[in-house]
């Protein structure tokens, strides 16, 4: 088994190899990257144009909450075995990462469950949780592994947006018109129905806060990112009316995702490191960060959706990139933005805006680099 190479501090140069010393065609590696530079995403570097102009929903769900800011270029890097073989443009380029963020959520679970905070992810979320969100007779049946896999069907609304907002939400037709985003449908049993939607993980998010009772940027920074050696200039925010009182103190909620503003402000290199961290299951450098039993829970399948796990996407039976290998994994957001994790080859690579329809291209290109 290859040994894994864990990058210093932030601020230091992240140990390289040579493509063909990484087990790669420099050339092939070299098409790879070209692909990525030459299919940026369709969106206006203006994100709030995007979000204004009802790319998710139509008004006046569409109103944003958050803050927004514009994008920069297309970069990435790709990583062996924790060493670099390429980038292409500004790695350090801090942008929004949209539901990326979801991830990152699902490792906070992860920290809650391995301090005993959330012992058991069986459990009905009320048990706990006594803010009046899981009273009613259809959210108490709710347990965190609906939350944390999406199929909650958790009913409210949080922060002046509706869980309708989500309704019959499809990411393949999204920003497409005709999309039925947003329209009634009956709701199923908690656990029976999946369904990707962001009032929902913006509830999760405010139940880890609860649970925690801390801010969760904080709590992610303390456990995760400075164990790991990320820079500081990461950020993560909520909405403006997202705040709630904790033990006498205002802390804001943040948010699973960036279309209505806030989320996971971040740049590639950061973004590596927690791929990293994730093909390590959980540990850096010998040190135990996260469980390994939280990344096994995390990278098993729904029964319901195969691709989808706690809060990451998986690759089972090649569903989401037929290129990638079916033990892969991600943590993907809009625009679009994307960390792949793969376990058979020691690869962790990060995508920025990046066109979604060439991503399954570059992974092709990069997986056909390789030796053997």
Sequence with gaps: MTTLEFPPDAGEPWPSAAPDAAGFDSKRLEAAVAFAREHETPWSRDLASVMAGAYFEPPPWNEILGPVRPRGAPNGLITRHGRLVARWGDTRQVDMTFSVAKSYLGLLAGIACDRGLLPDPQERVGVRIKDGGFDSAHNSAITWHHMLQQTSEWQGSLWDKPDLVDRNRNLLTEGKPGNAKGTHRPLRNPGGYW??????????????????????????????????????????????????EIDGVLMESVSGGGHWGGGVFIHAEDQARVGLLMLARGAWAGRRIVSERWIELSTTPCDINPSYGYLWWLNTDRARYASASPVSFFASGAGANCTWIDPATGIVAVLRWIDPSAMDGFISRVTAALHG
């Design 195 to 244: 369904e990707y939607n962001d009032v929902r993980v913006n509830r999760l998010s405010l139940c880890l806060l609860r649970l925690l009772r801390e801010p969760l940027p904080r709590a992610f920074a303390d456990a995760v990112m400075a164990p790991i050696g990320a820079s500081s200039r990461w950020e993560w925010h909520g909405y403006r009316n997202s705040s709630v």
